[in-house]
């Protein structure tokens, strides 16, 4: 297998297809490689990370050669040491690099098998593994009955039935008597070929069935009528064996010992598991092992349910409260017959157990459980809102809102209801019910003030977010939040960092910028010093942005994002990187950018999260290139589908830059009008005004310039930076004529180059330069669009720098145009991002945890640098770079 192939590959296919056999068959013709092996089972998917203690625990002893993070994370949700419940993004790249570690001696192979029964935990952590192999000598191979959610994307091959010759041979070597030649057909036909149901149907038919074929089954029903096969064969068993096997199916994880014991305190003789063995549905070693799943769940269900319920109570009897607490308490409420107090509080235990190791689903389960076994309302009603909030966080939104209904049957106090309403807002903002979700958030404020002040105050910024995040005109119910803050009032303590956030943001809307601009500026300085991470993510930035200040945006998020990766805390990654990026493209820098792009993108396939990826977006309309064309249409699309109103002004204001840059004057106008319609003029409204000017301009429409410059200028005063004093000053001077528009020109490009904004200052120089040329001043011209071209050309503004060539050659003045040829000793972004991470002294190990990728592949991609740099050594990195 060649590096930069995928290195996993997931099996899919019908129960009985054959997929267990292929993988037994790879593994045993694995020569010179270590297997590790998981079985996803379906009784055992609520606890967390079980079927990764199966594949990790041949290997936990190298744990110590992991950097800490990532061994306590391990540690942590193993229930080897106890401590804060890791992010579970750190607990894939900790196992991706174990992994890594042991294929150094050895080629490694993971096998999972029954996929679609792993626990969500375990499937996060392998699916994140499967993603980023890259240069370890590791494979991942699963079988899975249908799509796993956590697999997606990972290359696939569907195991078909065996075709007519194949099969019709398999079921001869079964049918051990003459049968119509026309029936075994029809049998192969109905069975499309299934392994497994050619060899165990059979079993459950008559000789006389089979001649005749009144026995046939469709294929509809299949797996039914195998499973049946399985009870048939259970009910011929002794009742012994029966006992016997039914405690193996009752124990999830195949613990052999424990079975043995709960056998021996029911009185089940060795022996019996004999008779269960010989008939091949279940065999004992080290580990339980059935014949097949389908074998395992025939059994449980062919059993009564007293039956079951005394097997559950005597396995959790001889389970260790201590080492197999959750097991334990699991078989206890499978054992109830009805409501149980002390059985529902062991469940809430285990269930913040489970949290703490990072077991959201299993906490959900537990706490679902938990309240099915409740009988006193009043705490069945706290045990429905801790259940509902729980399967929030582990993103099962509709289990979450039918644990509300079940709240909500019960009589609430007012907190309770409030924290109902709550809820029942941030549910629908997460599954992205985007409209509906500022009104919950409003009512569950309104309801919670007199109740509990500072979370009330949250909840209203969450309100106001969400507002904003699905409303892109800026009005909605923004302005009804806003008065709602207002009468609420201020808090009654020191303000923090959201309080005046919150207080900017409300002032903004009932008494415009200049009244917010003391507020925000405090939160901005306030957020930049936050030594804990930041609740609110975008939300975070909102006020420099407001501001035009790069400086206090930069300053938040570099402070955020080093404490969110010391942390662990990674779901708020994405925004910060997105945000630090467009900072980072207006300084000039657009490799860095595009490096912090796609460390963006990479956190963003690890924790599934459907931000906009505006960084990158804004990066590529600044290039100019094709790509970004069809980056806009792709974020304009989705967000129309998913209703996110703020990634639709993103994509508009980015597709507005784009055809600035090309001089598509007329569309750059129409889609700066689409990205500002915003009464309010947040960002990127705001920011899309000086494309708009521009075009409007260009296009011979003053009215709607100055319109624009009106809006701006409300923003813009306010503020008082460099930067919002540069784009007030270029707007200016493009309504202005004579000395006034040069005085405006000059005022613009000097504040650029205080404020370091090389890309505005390079577009200032290009608009001056055609003023100039225009002015019929074409010495003055070319002075200023050499000085564009060259700078936008070191940034890589490929369209831009283009339209000063063109300007350039109106004077007279000849520029080769720039032809861009592929070098292949060109980094890619993620190349120049590892050589930048590695030349700023990190390790190869800490370059490997801020890029969710291991070690082994940093060292890889380093290697590939040095060979394109001509460099020997780390220490040359920083001279080569620059050099480039």
Not at 179 to 200: F, W
Request: hydrophobic share 45%; net charge negative; with cysteine.
């Amino acid at each position: 297998m060649r590096r930069g192939e995928s290195r996993a590959l997931v099996l899919t296919g019908d129960a009985g297809i054959g997929k267990t056999a292929l993988l037994d068959h790879v593994v045993a013709s694995a020569h010179d490689v270590r297997v590790l092996r998981a079985v996803g089972v379906q009784s055992e998917m609520e606890l967390p990370f079980a079927a990764l203690h199966q594949l990790c625990a041949p290997i936990l002893d190298r744990l110590d050669q992991l950097p800490k993070p990532q061994r306590t994370a391990l540690e942590t949700v193993f229930g080897l040491s106890h401590g804060e419940a890791p992010d579970p993004f750190l607990v894939g790249l900790a196992v991706l690099g174990l992994v890594a570690e042991v294929a150094a001696e050895r080629p490694l192979l993971c096998v999972v098998d029954d996929a679609q029964w792993l626990d969500q935990a375990s499937a996060q952590a392998v699916g994140f593994v499967a993603r980023r192999l890259q240069a370890e000598s590791v494979a991942l191979l699963f079988g899975a009955r249908g799509t796993v959610r956590d697999l997606r994307g990972l290359p696939e091959l569907e195991v078909h039935g065996l075709g007519p010759d194949d099969a019709r041979a398999l079921l001869t070597s079964e049918v051990t008597f003459r049968s119509d030649g026309r029936v075994l057909d029809q049998i192969v036909a109905e069975t499309q070929g299934n392994p497994l149901a050619l060899l165990e149907l059979p079993r459950g038919l008559t000789a006389s069935e089979l001649a005749t074929g009144f026995g046939a089954i469709g294929h509809d029903s299949l797996t039914g009528r195998i499973e049946e096969t399985f009870r048939e064969r259970f009910a011929a068993l002794p009742s012994d064996s029966q006992l016997f096997a039914l405690i193996a199916a009752a124990e999830p994880v195949g613990d052999a010992a424990l079975v043995w014991a709960a056998a021996g305190r029911l009185g089940v003789p060795s022996s019996a598991a004999t008779a269960a063995e010989t008939d091949h549905l279940v065999s004992m070693t080290e580990r339980v092992i059935f014949r097949h799943p389908l074998a395992r769940s025939a059994i449980y269900h062919a059993a009564s349910a007293a039956a079951r319920r005394k097997v559950h109570l005597t396995l959790a009897e001889v389970s260790d409260q201590d080492v197999n607490a959750e097991r334990r308490a699991w078989h206890l409420a499978a054992a109830a017959t009805g409501p149980d107090e002390a059985v529902a509080a062991e469940l809430e235990r285990c269930a913040g157990r489970a949290r703490a190791r990072g077991g959201l689903v299993a906490a959900a389960a537990f706490l679902q459980r938990a309240l099915e076994l409740t009988p006193e309302p009043g705490v069945r009603a706290n045990r429905a809102l801790a259940a509902a909030e729980a399967h929030l966080h582990a993103g099962a939104f509709d289990v979450a809102l039918r644990m509300l209904a079940a709240a909500e049957s019960a009589r609430l106090d007012d907190l309770q209801r409030a924290k109902l309403n709550l809820l029942r807002g941030q549910i629908a903002f997460s599954s992205g019910a985007t409209s509906t979700a500022p009104q919950l958030l409003l009512a569950a404020a309104r309801k919670l003030e007199p109740l509990d002040v500072e979370l009330a105050r949250e909840t209203y910024l969450n309100a106001w977010g969400a507002a904003r995040f699905a409303d892109r005109a800026g009005a909605g119910d923004l302005p009804e939040i806003s008065r709602a803050v207002v009468q609420f009032g201020a808090p009654p303590g020191p303000p923090r960092a959201m309080d005046h956030l919150l207080d900017g943001l409300t002032l903004l809307v009932t008494s415009g910028r200049a009244a917010a601009a003391s507020d925000l500026r405090q939160a901005t300085d306030m957020f930049a010093r936050e030594d804990a991470t930041i609740a609110w993510g975008w939300m975070a930035v909102t006020a420099p942005f407001l501001l035009w200040d790069d400086d206090g945006a930069r300053a938040i998020c570099s402070r955020q994002i080093q404490i969110v990766r010391d942390t662990g805390a990674l779901e708020q990654l994405p925004f910060y990187l997105a945000a630090l990026s467009v900072v980072v493209a207006r300084s000039g820098d657009l490799a860095a950018a595009e490096a912090l792009g796609a460390e963006g993108a990479e956190v963003r396939d690890a924790t599934g999260t459907s931000l906009v990826a505006y960084g990158p977006l804004y990066v590529a309309s600044l290039r100019g290139t094709d790509e970004a064309r069809a980056m806009i249409e792709a974020t304009l699309s989705r967000a129309t589908e998913q209703g996110q109103g703020l990634a639709a002004s993103i994509g508009h204001w980015a597709s507005a830059v784009l055809h600035n840059g090309h001089g598509r004057y007329e569309e750059a106008l129409a889609e700066a009008r689409l990205a500002s319609p915003d009464p309010l003029d947040l960002h990127p409204s705001a920011w899309a005004l000086p494309e708009l000017i521009e075009a409007a301009v260009r296009t011979g429409r003053p009215a709607d310039a100055q319109e624009g410059l009106d809006r701006l200028t409300r923003t813009t005063a306010p503020a008082a930076t460099q930067f919002a004093r540069g784009v007030e000053a270029r707007a200016c001077a493009l309504l202005s004529a004579g000395s006034t528009a040069e005085k405006y020109y000059l005022q613009a490009i000097d504040c650029f180059s205080r404020a370091g904004l090389r890309v505005e200052l390079g577009r200032s120089h290009l608009l001056y330069g055609e003023w100039l040329r225009r002015e019929n001043r074409r010495v003055d011209g070319r002075s200023q669009l050499r000085a564009a071209h060259a700078l936008l050309s070191a940034i890589g503004m490929e369209a831009f720098a283009e339209r000063a060539r063109r300007e350039l050659a109106a004077t007279g003045e000849t520029v080769r145009k720039r032809v861009r040829v592929e070098n292949p000793t060109e980094l890619t972004p993620q190349e120049r991002q590892i050589a930048e991470l590695a030349s700023s002294g990190l390790t190869n190990a800490d370059i490997g945890e801020r890029l969710f990728i291991s070690a082994r592949t940093v060292e890889w991609h380093l290697r590939k640098v040095f060979a394109k740099l001509v460099i020997s050594s780390r220490k040359d990195l920083r001279t080569a770079l620059g050099d480039r």
